[in-house]
């Protein structure tokens, strides 16, 4: 399932000039994502393990364009990550994308009424990942749990 949203006024990213930050707690999934977006011309990817401290680290960042991260992390979840995000003035609109195992209707409509920006079910599609990534750099929402 599927739904594509245009919200942000923005001018549009590209994939070699982005800054993305990867908040995931599994090593071997933020690998993959990692070289999946390496794959597609990312060049900066940062990696925090935890939602805790995230606006910490992420405001040390010189720019942060997209923020795909886990909702089931330790310390802080990707929830209440993402409040405190929403609150920092340098960071509140950067687009976050929620990337999860615990993918479902649900959780994507819980995620949705949080404030993400995006929904992506884990295991990720590397097919479809490239454009899912695309779309979010443009500012449009991309809601996929399946």
């Keep these: 399932m599927s739904e594509v949203q245009s919200v942000n006024e923005r001018a549009p990213i ?51 364009d997209l923020i795909l991260m886990d909702i089931r992390l330790p310390y802080e979840d990707g929830y209440q990550a993402l409040q405190k995000l929403r609150t920092n003035p340098r960071l509140k609109d950067t687009v976050v994308c929620a990337v999860t195992a615990e993918a479902s209707e649900d959780q994507m409509r819980r995620a949705k009424k949080a404030g993400f920006n995006g929904f992506l079910g884990k295991p990720l599609d590397p097919d479809r990942f490239p454009n899912q990534i695309r779309q979010l750099l443009k500012g449009e929402e991309v809601w996929e749990w399946k």
Excluded: Y
């Design 14 to 64: 590209e994939p070699s000039d982005a800054h993305v930050l990867v908040v995931e707690d599994n090593v071997p999934n933020f690998v993959l994502i990692a070289r999946m977006l390496a794959f597609m011309g990312v060049q900066r990817c940062e990696w925090k393990t935890s939602g805790w401290q995230v606006v910490q680290f992420a405001d040390t960042l010189p720019r942060v």
